[in-house]
């Protein structure tokens, strides 16, 4: 069964530094969205994203963030200077014809 | 934009017991209504959704049904059983591709045996 992978699984950072984390779709999907859990909790959305461009975006995705498909698998969000408070696991998700989305196996950001 | 309400935060019961998860929503123009089942450090697992031309769904042990006038669904479990336990999310959509899936803050299903 085709898999939404996001790598890297953890990633370190220290505060005021940009990450990049990354995610390949489902590849017949045609919308990605990237959300973020703090641990304990609920799964908040941040972007949404189709052909190219940003469809939805929530209050929390500030100037900070900015996603992009470089090529035509890869979709990355880029955090510019990371904060204490952007520790969380982030999800990619992608979402074919139907409304079905299906997550990948998130990356888990920590900020010292 | 959709609030997505989901109660209880913490269900335990006995192996073997019935549990119900209650949402409500916000958006009428919302008609998709997916649940995800999340282990502890792993991703969200969709495990039933329901349109909302569609009262109610079953898949074995699972349900789902959904008020549409009154704008709340639920999930029932029946016959639980301990790898049942994990936090459930309800979630809420708009018929509108690229629009955002709000979830529930989620309910911590322990079930002991």
């Known amino acids: 069964e085709p898999e939404v992978t996001q790598t890297p699984s953890h990633q370190v950072t220290q505060m005021g530094q940009e990450v990049i984390l990354r995610c390949v779709p489902i590849?017949?999907?045609?919308?990605f969205y990237w959300y973020r859990q703090i641990l304990g909790q609920k799964v908040e959305f941040l972007v949404s994203f189709y052909n190219n461009e940003i469809s939805e975006k929530s209050e929390i995705f500030d100037d900070q963030f900015s996603v992009e498909r470089p090529d035509g698998s890869n979709f990355t969000l880029k955090i510019r200077s990371t904060k204490l408070e952007d520790s969380a696991m982030y999800f990619c998700?992608?979402?074919?014809?139907?409304?079905?989305?299906?997550f990948g196996s998130g990356t888990q950001l920590s900020v010292l | 934009g959709e609030n997505v309400e989901q109660h209880p935060s913490t269900l335990s019961v006995q192996e073997g017991d019935s549990a119900v998860i209650k949402c409500t929503y916000s958006d009428s123009a919302s008609n998709y209504f997916p649940w995800y089942k999340q282990e502890l450090g792993k991703r969200p697992q969709l495990i039933i959704d329901i349109r909302s031309n569609v009262g109610e769904k079953k898949d074995q042990r699972i349900a789902v049904t959904l008020n549409k006038t009154a704008k709340h669904f639920s999930l029932h479990i029946t016959e639980t059983q301990p790898e049942d336990s994990a936090v459930y999310f309800c979630a809420a959509l708009r018929d509108q591709a690229g629009t955002a899936l709000i979830f529930g803050k989620g309910t911590t299903l322990s079930v002991s045996s």
């Open positions: 998700a992608s979402q074919g014809p139907i409304e079905k989305l299906f």
């Open positions: 590849s017949n999907h045609l919308y």
